[in-house]
Protein backbone atom coordinates (compact mmCIF):
# COMPACT_ATOMS: atom_id res chain seq x y z
CA UNK A 1 0.00 0.00 0.00
CA UNK A 2 1.30 3.23 -0.99
CA UNK A 3 1.00 6.30 1.52
CA UNK A 4 2.81 9.51 1.27
CA UNK A 5 2.54 12.54 4.18
CA UNK A 6 3.82 16.30 3.65
CA UNK A 7 5.54 17.73 6.68
CA UNK A 8 7.05 21.27 7.52
CA UNK A 9 6.28 24.97 8.61
CA UNK A 10 2.92 26.27 8.90
CA UNK A 11 4.26 29.70 8.86
CA UNK A 12 6.75 31.87 7.03
CA UNK A 13 7.61 35.21 6.53
CA UNK A 14 8.19 36.54 2.73
CA UNK A 15 11.44 36.28 1.47
CA UNK A 16 12.17 33.47 3.60
CA UNK A 17 12.94 30.27 2.21
CA UNK A 18 10.62 26.86 2.49
CA UNK A 19 11.53 23.31 3.16
CA UNK A 20 8.77 20.66 3.10
CA UNK A 21 9.52 17.16 3.28
CA UNK A 22 7.41 14.66 1.64
CA UNK A 23 7.75 10.96 3.40
CA UNK A 24 6.48 7.70 1.83
CA UNK A 25 6.01 4.26 2.41
CA UNK A 26 4.81 1.21 -0.43
CA UNK A 27 7.28 1.93 -3.45
CA UNK A 28 11.16 2.61 -4.06
CA UNK A 29 12.03 5.42 -5.73
CA UNK A 30 14.97 3.87 -7.44
CA UNK A 31 14.12 3.65 -11.08
CA UNK A 32 13.42 6.36 -14.33
CA UNK A 33 9.87 4.43 -13.90
CA UNK A 34 8.69 6.10 -10.53
CA UNK A 35 8.99 9.43 -9.18
CA UNK A 36 7.65 11.75 -6.77
CA UNK A 37 5.62 14.62 -7.61
CA UNK A 38 5.13 18.22 -5.57
CA UNK A 39 1.70 20.05 -6.01
CA UNK A 40 -0.12 22.99 -4.55
CA UNK A 41 -3.48 24.78 -4.45
CA UNK A 42 -3.87 28.23 -3.06
CA UNK A 43 -7.19 28.67 -1.46
CA UNK A 44 -10.23 29.11 -3.91
CA UNK A 45 -7.63 27.88 -6.77
CA UNK A 46 -7.17 25.42 -8.66
CA UNK A 47 -3.66 22.70 -8.86
CA UNK A 48 -0.49 23.96 -9.75
CA UNK A 49 2.00 21.17 -10.67
CA UNK A 50 5.82 22.00 -9.53
CA UNK A 51 7.87 19.69 -9.97
CA UNK A 52 8.65 15.98 -10.37
CA UNK A 53 12.10 13.53 -9.19
CA UNK A 54 12.82 9.93 -10.92
CA UNK A 55 14.00 7.44 -8.73
CA UNK A 56 17.11 8.10 -11.09
CA UNK A 57 17.10 11.39 -10.24
CA UNK A 58 15.81 12.89 -13.20
CA UNK A 59 14.13 16.29 -12.28
CA UNK A 60 11.64 18.30 -13.93
CA UNK A 61 10.38 21.60 -12.59
CA UNK A 62 7.83 23.92 -13.35
CA UNK A 63 9.65 26.55 -15.73
CA UNK A 64 8.21 30.09 -14.22
CA UNK A 65 9.29 28.73 -10.94
CA UNK A 66 12.45 26.80 -11.59
CA UNK A 67 14.53 29.80 -10.45
CA UNK A 68 13.19 29.07 -6.90
CA UNK A 69 12.85 25.03 -6.52
CA UNK A 70 15.16 22.80 -5.55
CA UNK A 71 13.82 19.22 -4.94
CA UNK A 72 16.25 16.35 -3.69
CA UNK A 73 15.17 12.77 -2.84
CA UNK A 74 16.94 10.22 0.25
CA UNK A 75 16.42 6.82 -1.08
CA UNK A 76 17.55 5.31 2.40
CA UNK A 77 15.08 7.62 4.28
CA UNK A 78 12.62 7.12 1.97
CA UNK A 79 11.97 10.85 1.91
CA UNK A 80 12.12 13.89 -0.96
CA UNK A 81 12.72 17.30 -0.22
CA UNK A 82 10.85 20.64 -1.88
CA UNK A 83 12.96 23.69 -1.04
CA UNK A 84 11.17 27.32 -2.29
CA UNK A 85 13.02 30.47 -1.79
CA UNK A 86 12.15 34.08 -1.46
CA UNK A 87 8.47 33.42 -0.28
CA UNK A 88 5.92 35.12 -1.23
CA UNK A 89 2.08 35.41 0.18
CA UNK A 90 1.01 34.55 -3.07
CA UNK A 91 2.75 30.79 -2.46
CA UNK A 92 0.11 30.61 0.40
CA UNK A 93 -1.64 27.10 -0.39
CA UNK A 94 -1.96 23.70 0.75
CA UNK A 95 1.46 21.51 -0.86
CA UNK A 96 0.80 17.94 -1.31
CA UNK A 97 3.46 15.64 -2.49
CA UNK A 98 2.37 12.65 -4.67
CA UNK A 99 3.50 9.35 -6.31
CA UNK A 100 3.90 9.16 -10.22
CA UNK A 101 4.35 6.50 -12.02
CA UNK A 102 4.91 6.02 -15.76
CA UNK A 103 4.02 2.72 -16.18
CA UNK A 104 0.99 2.16 -17.79
CA UNK A 105 0.93 6.22 -17.65
CA UNK A 106 -0.97 5.80 -14.34
CA UNK A 107 1.01 9.73 -13.58
CA UNK A 108 -0.14 11.17 -10.17
CA UNK A 109 -2.01 8.10 -8.46
CA UNK A 110 -2.07 8.16 -4.96
CA UNK A 111 -1.47 11.73 -3.12
CA UNK A 112 -0.55 12.42 0.45
CA UNK A 113 -3.06 14.85 2.70
CA UNK A 114 -1.17 17.63 2.36
CA UNK A 115 0.31 20.30 4.55
CA UNK A 116 -0.83 24.46 4.64
CA UNK A 117 1.62 27.07 4.48
CA UNK A 118 0.94 30.48 4.89
CA UNK A 119 2.77 32.85 3.95
CA UNK A 120 2.50 36.13 6.36
CA UNK A 121 5.09 38.98 7.88
CA UNK B 1 -6.64 32.03 -16.28
CA UNK B 2 -6.33 28.13 -16.62
CA UNK B 3 -4.79 26.71 -19.81
CA UNK B 4 -7.41 24.21 -19.77
CA UNK B 5 -10.86 25.28 -19.61
CA UNK B 6 -13.92 23.91 -17.36
CA UNK B 7 -17.15 25.09 -16.13
CA UNK B 8 -16.80 26.45 -13.02
CA UNK B 9 -20.19 24.58 -11.76
CA UNK B 10 -22.34 21.21 -12.81
CA UNK B 11 -25.24 19.79 -10.79
CA UNK B 12 -27.80 16.63 -10.70
CA UNK B 13 -29.94 15.43 -9.08
CA UNK B 14 -29.36 11.73 -8.06
CA UNK B 15 -29.49 9.09 -10.35
CA UNK B 16 -28.66 11.48 -13.34
CA UNK B 17 -25.59 11.69 -15.52
CA UNK B 18 -23.69 15.05 -15.84
CA UNK B 19 -20.88 15.34 -17.44
CA UNK B 20 -17.55 17.77 -17.37
CA UNK B 21 -15.82 19.56 -19.94
CA UNK B 22 -12.36 20.63 -20.44
CA UNK B 23 -10.94 22.40 -23.58
CA UNK B 24 -7.67 22.39 -24.26
CA UNK B 25 -5.13 22.86 -27.21
CA UNK B 26 -3.12 20.48 -29.64
CA UNK B 27 -0.04 21.29 -27.64
CA UNK B 28 -1.53 19.68 -24.29
CA UNK B 29 -4.91 17.51 -24.17
CA UNK B 30 -4.40 17.37 -28.48
CA UNK B 31 -1.08 15.28 -27.47
CA UNK B 32 -1.48 13.61 -24.74
CA UNK B 33 -3.01 11.78 -21.69
CA UNK B 34 -6.08 13.49 -19.64
CA UNK B 35 -6.25 12.50 -16.15
CA UNK B 36 -9.21 13.69 -13.64
CA UNK B 37 -8.87 14.21 -9.79
CA UNK B 38 -11.84 14.35 -7.81
CA UNK B 39 -11.36 17.13 -4.60
CA UNK B 40 -12.99 17.59 -1.42
CA UNK B 41 -12.69 19.53 1.16
CA UNK B 42 -9.83 19.48 3.54
CA UNK B 43 -8.63 16.01 1.88
CA UNK B 44 -6.14 14.48 -1.47
CA UNK B 45 -7.27 14.84 -4.68
CA UNK B 46 -8.45 11.65 -5.50
CA UNK B 47 -7.28 10.01 -9.20
CA UNK B 48 -11.18 8.69 -11.08
CA UNK B 49 -9.62 8.84 -14.76
CA UNK B 50 -6.25 8.35 -16.04
CA UNK B 51 -4.89 7.86 -19.81
CA UNK B 52 -8.04 9.42 -20.73
CA UNK B 53 -10.29 6.76 -20.02
CA UNK B 54 -8.86 4.17 -17.76
CA UNK B 55 -10.39 4.24 -13.98
CA UNK B 56 -8.49 2.83 -11.51
CA UNK B 57 -8.82 0.14 -9.12
CA UNK B 58 -11.69 1.49 -6.70
CA UNK B 59 -13.23 3.91 -8.63
CA UNK B 60 -16.58 2.78 -9.67
CA UNK B 61 -17.58 2.47 -13.53
CA UNK B 62 -20.46 5.49 -12.98
CA UNK B 63 -17.28 7.06 -13.69
CA UNK B 64 -16.33 7.44 -17.49
CA UNK B 65 -13.60 9.81 -19.54
CA UNK B 66 -13.54 10.49 -23.06
CA UNK B 67 -11.49 12.67 -25.24
CA UNK B 68 -11.59 14.30 -28.90
CA UNK B 69 -9.22 16.38 -30.38
CA UNK B 70 -8.07 18.96 -28.26
CA UNK B 71 -11.45 18.36 -25.90
CA UNK B 72 -11.73 15.90 -22.88
CA UNK B 73 -14.89 14.98 -20.86
CA UNK B 74 -15.90 13.40 -17.59
CA UNK B 75 -19.00 11.87 -17.33
CA UNK B 76 -20.65 10.66 -13.81
CA UNK B 77 -23.76 8.23 -14.68
CA UNK B 78 -26.01 7.40 -11.71
CA UNK B 79 -25.19 10.41 -9.96
CA UNK B 80 -24.76 10.26 -6.14
CA UNK B 81 -24.48 12.32 -2.89
CA UNK B 82 -20.48 11.47 -2.47
CA UNK B 83 -19.73 12.84 -5.85
CA UNK B 84 -20.20 15.93 -4.84
CA UNK B 85 -16.73 17.91 -5.17
CA UNK B 86 -14.66 19.57 -7.32
CA UNK B 87 -13.03 18.28 -10.26
CA UNK B 88 -9.96 18.89 -11.71
CA UNK B 89 -8.62 17.33 -15.70
CA UNK B 90 -4.89 17.73 -16.21
CA UNK B 91 -2.62 16.52 -18.88
CA UNK B 92 1.21 17.63 -19.84
CA UNK B 93 1.90 20.57 -22.07
CA UNK B 94 4.64 20.71 -24.45
CA UNK B 95 5.08 23.54 -25.25
CA UNK B 96 4.92 25.27 -21.88
CA UNK B 97 6.45 21.74 -20.41
CA UNK B 98 4.30 22.34 -17.89
CA UNK B 99 1.36 19.73 -15.96
CA UNK B 100 -1.69 22.25 -16.76
CA UNK B 101 -4.66 22.02 -14.97
CA UNK B 102 -8.25 22.98 -15.40
CA UNK B 103 -9.75 25.52 -13.21
CA UNK B 104 -12.27 22.92 -11.59
CA UNK B 105 -15.60 21.97 -12.14
CA UNK B 106 -17.98 21.96 -8.68
CA UNK B 107 -20.50 19.38 -9.10
CA UNK B 108 -23.50 19.88 -6.95
CA UNK B 109 -26.16 16.98 -6.37
CA UNK B 110 -29.19 18.52 -5.67
Known amino acids: QITLKESGPTLVKPTQTLTLTCSFS??????????VGWIRQAPGKSLEWLTL???????RYRPPLMSRLTVTKDTSKNQVVLTMTNLDPADTATYFCSHYDTRDDIGFDIWGQGTRVTVSP | QSVLTQPPSASGTPGQRVTISCSGSRANIGRGFVYWYQKLPETAPKLVIY???RRPSGVPDRFSGSTSGTSASLAISGLRSEDEAHYYCTTWDDNLSDWVFGGGTKVTVL
Open chain 1, 53 to 59: IYGDDDK
Open chain 1, 26 to 35: GFSLSTGEVA
Open chain 2, 51 to 53: KND
